[in-house]
């Protein structure tokens, strides 16, 4: 008898020793599991956004014509002379530093800017055909939209390398351009292409030289700060 009542005393105590038991190695192995599995935690994901995008692309360079209507030893010289030629109603850029050139227009071919010189001459803005050549350089760009602001540049560069009459695709990839969203820092070259867009529909061709040059230098200040 008494071995019958151990038997049904012990019994459920080592029943509940071996759940417990169980219990003890089957949350211990799931505690160390949770602290050596690796974990995804909210700033580890933000880290790995956070990651600057980062690409190089090669530039070709240009070859064009412009009107000279100014070439100046100091920037505000310069600045000076671009803002009263504006005030004549002529769309005045500056290229180059050092010294520094106020120019008019911007064509694949001399000639072509002869319209334009005689409507300079006829407004009194003394006027000179020279060539430039801006050599092609390979830059980096880095940060949010890196891989988009390189699309938009080679878009840029081929429309200004491309002849008129030979704009159809650089022309249509430009338009196609427009229609996105561009980051802020090329809001000055978007508001220069819509410009270059909106000349092209008009058939006088000095104004289109003239809102190639501004394209220009929208370009040229844009590459410019990449390599700051």
């Not at 106020?102 to 319209?115: D, R």
């Not at 092609?136 to 080679?154: C, D, F, P």
């Not at 430009?174 to 000055?188: G, I, Q």
């Amino acid at each position: 008898m008494r071995a019958g009542v151990h038997w049904k005393i012990g019994g459920p105590v080592l029943i509940g020793l071996a759940i417990l038991v169980w219990m003890m190695g089957y949350l211990g192995n799931t505690y160390i599991r949770i602290l050596t599995e690796p974990q995804t935690n909210v700033s580890q994901a933000a880290a790995d956004s956070s990651k600057v995008e980062e690409l190089q692309v090669t530039l070709d360079g240009l070859d064009f014509w412009i009107c000279q209507v100014g070439v100046f030893q100091a920037e505000e010289n310069a600045k000076s002379e671009k803002s009263r030629l504006e005030k004549l109603g002529w769309e005045t850029q500056i290229v180059g530093q050092n010294p520094w050139t106020v120019a008019i227009g911007y064509a694949h071919e001399q000639g072509e800017l002869n319209s334009l010189r005689e409507g300079l001459k006829e407004g009194g803005v003394v006027n000179v055909v020279k060539h430039f050549v801006v050599p092609g350089q390979a830059y980096k760009i880095s940060g949010s939209g890196a891989e988009q602001t390189a699309q938009i540049l080679l878009h840029v560069q081929n429309f200004l390398k491309t002849k008129p009459g030979q704009r159809g695709d650089t022309l249509n990839l430009l338009e196609k351009e427009m229609l996105t969203s561009w980051p802020k820092k090329l809001n000055p070259l978007q508001q220069a292409t819509a410009h270059v867009l909106e000349a092209e529909k008009n058939s006088d061709s000095d104004s289109q030289y003239q809102g190639l040059l501004l394209l220009f230098s929208e370009y040229q200040n844009t590459l410019n700060s990449l390599i700051r």
